[in-house]
């Protein structure tokens, strides 16, 4: 499981990196004084990659199973395509939690959620 984890905040650190610098539309930065997690200041976009990357892999590895069993006939009945829906949803939800990361629009997350799931499969597949 702790392999699984790791494997879930690199993949999604790198693919929300990947999709900052490759799609339109997206972006994260530094709000000075106010960038903090847990009482610790972030000063350099490369930590909040880190933290969200942790938070987004989190999410995947503990409540996206949650949500795929409970939209199982939804998830039948669409051909597996609602869980592009879940995939989506758990990207939104860490650009609401975030405001460092802007996700601008509909096809922006859409391609987000892409890359993100990209990275995933290349991880799963080359581990």
């Known amino acids: 499981m702790f392999n699984k984890l790791i ?13 900052v610098h490759f799609v339109s539309g997206v972006s994260l930065s530094i709000v000075p004084g106010q960038s903090e997690i847990f009482g610790i200041s972030i000063t350099e976009t490369w930590q909040m990659f880190i933290v969200v990357g942790l938070i987004l892999g989190l999410l995947n590895l ?13 998830k039948i009945l669409t051909l597996g395509f609602f869980s592009l829906v879940i995939n989506m949803a ?8 975030f405001l460092e990361l802007v996700i601008n629009g509909l096809t922006s997350l859409f391609w987000t959620t892409m890359v993100v799931w990209g990275i995933n499969l290349f991880m799963k597949t080359y581990k």
């Open 62 to 74: 503990f409540v996206k199973p949650i949500l795929g069993l409970i939209t199982l006939p939804l």
């Open 7 to 19: 494997s879930q905040i690199i993949a999604s650190a790198l693919g929300i990196f990947l999709a």
């Open 90 to 97: 758990m990207i939104w939800i860490v650009d609401i939690v």
